[in-house]
């Protein structure tokens, strides 16, 4: 399938399974996958809608899918060693879209051997389209970003988190606020200049491949707190996502330390 129809799929599953329910959730449509761990009937049938049409197209691709890893065990050891891989977060931020709130998106994410290659973002009430090509660049509603000029001085650098990090102030930077909690919102976030960078707590690869390709696309870097690279097939706490190299650099020290690592 090439881009524009991958992100057609996205658009087209939105419309059918996801935007029709927000706002309007009976209560037996929301689970629990764990405390505080939201699944709705939109996430399952949407990612169900997505597999089904790349198993048509790729029927040798791995398929990591956020829900299937529930029922599916070993598909998160099994995507480690695939050759060719997607990944779909089919309502990321969930709990936004069972609360009310627009900031939710479709993510899916395309990797050779734990490269990634491509990378699509849709906000369904938003109406927005963040879209990746690894060597290509990201555009939105198809047409094609530009790296922002950033600070440089540490009190004018933005940073936000997605795990509460209510009064954590690393080093001379300004204390860390709250992100959108969704990373289909998070890194779009990053790379259109609303912060300058992300911290993750969590590092599941359908949350972070789409939006790490678009960070590096445009000049960022998404890494470990140590100054290593992120690995999509590793599993480790705390993800930094930077809109340049040399943010990245600035600020991941103070962080980690003030996160006490």
């Known amino acids: 399938m090439d881009t524009d129809a991958i992100l057609d799929l996205l658009k087209e599953t939105a419309a059918e399974f996801i935007t029709p329910r927000f706002r309007a959730l009976a209560e037996h449509e929301v689970m629990e996958k764990a405390p505080g761990d939201l699944v709705t009937v939109a996430d399952r049938e949407s990612e169900i809608a997505i597999t089904a049409r790349l198993r048509e197209h ?6 990591l899918g956020e829900e ?17 891989a997607f990944t779909i977060d089919p309502v990321d931020g969930t709990k936004n879209f069972v609360n009310g709130s627009p900031d939710h998106a479709v993510m899916v ?5 734990g490269r990634a290659l491509r990378g699509w973002i849709w906000q ?9 090509e690894a060597g290509a660049g990201v555009s939105r509603n198809g047409e094609q970003l530009s790296a922002l000029p950033r600070a440089s001085e540490p009190a004018e650098i933005r940073g936000a988190s997605s795990t509460d990090l209510h009064g954590l102030a690393p080093g001379p930077f300004a204390e860390v606020t709250d992100s959108w909690w969704c990373a289909g919102v998070d890194y779009p976030q990053v790379i259109t200049g609303g912060v300058d960078y992300m911290l993750f707590r969590k590092d599941w690869p359908w949350d972070h491949v789409p939006g790490a390709l678009m960070v590096a696309e445009l000049g960022g870097r998404t890494g470990r707190l140590d100054g290593s690279e992120y690995d999509s097939r590793q599993r480790q706490e705390w993800l930094l996502t930077a809109a340049t190299e040399e943010l990245f650099e600035q600020v991941r020290g103070p962080v980690a330390a003030a996160l006490g690592l």
């Not at 299937?68 to 060719?84: P, R």
């Not at 994410?109 to 051997?113: A, F, K, N, V």
């Open 124 to 132: 369904p009430e938003h109406q927005v389209a963040f879209v990746a």
């Open 109 to 113: 994410s395309e990797l050779r051997d």
């Open 68 to 84: 299937a890893t529930q029922t599916q065990a070993g598909l998160l050891t099994a995507f480690a060693g695939a050759e060719h």
């Open 58 to 63: 790729y029927p040798d691709a791995l398929i």
